[in-house]
């Protein structure tokens, strides 16, 4: 089975804190996991000092900006960025309520991967709760296209399921796939590692603009002109690590969706702004899923307002 398909909701036992630098503004972050109570989901604060900023429940409803990274809220003052990484953890490892305190505008980028924050979520362990935990089942085919490029959800009773497929026009990458059922130990041995990474051409011209002030070589992949890994110790699977960060991505994109879902997800060339603009084409059709308890998987429970992308807090 996927994800989380374990019956009750869950958190963490005790608080974790990280520390590292936020890929865009290159500043110090500092960021806490700690455990919270029965149907809270995952809520985002930022924090200046001991003063709230910004909160936001981690829905797709609270989604802002998504074109480098996926960003929780609207206004750069309250926003808190690049949460994809660690929502991929979260959700990957089955937590379904944590309250992430983010001393900045942005989570820290650590390695690039999703693999710390698994580190981080392990050393403290999860804790089940006497609530039974709900799902979305995808009923029917969704799918958004945008050129090329495209996205879809279809029903799949087998669990969470991904079949993600990138293509580039470069050797380095070219055209890459994969495929998976999305347990937590599938997860972390094939995914949780992959790197984000870019062009160098593109990271030089992002620092031009002040933007990807903290990315080094210590947190990305950088291919060079020559279509090769500028990164002295290559590549951590084999030639794939691109699709398998894309496809890291999309479990934390997807996370928004508030629940675990039970169906596959399928993309071509996609992206953060596909993967979120997919979860609004699923939410935005009433008959294309409905939510259930494990224990009873055919029957329909409330379509409550923290579940579909629904709810908001905000600041």
Known sequence: ??????GFQTTIADDVTLTGTGVHSGADVSITFHPAEANTGIVFQRLDGERVLGEYLAVSSNVGNTDLCTILGTSPATWIATIEHAMAAIYAVGIDNLLVEVH????PIMDGSSAPFIEAIEQTGIKALAVKRRYIRILKPVRIENGASWSEFVPYEGGMRF??????????????????????ATFKNELSRAR?????????RMWAAGRGLGSSLENSVVIADDHTVINVEGLRYAKDEFVRHKTLDAVGDLALAGLPFIGCYRSYRGGHKMNANALQALFSDPTAYEIVETAMPRTRVAREKQVAGASELSA
């Open 163 to 184: 079949e993600v497929e990138i293509d580039f026009d470069t050797p380095l990458i070219g055209r890459q796939s994969w495929q998976g059922d999305m347990t937590a």
């Open 196 to 204: 984000t990474f870019g062009f160098m051409r593109d990271v030089e």
């Open 104 to 107: 900045g505008a942005e989570m």
């Open 1 to 6: 089975m996927g994800i989380g398909l374990l």
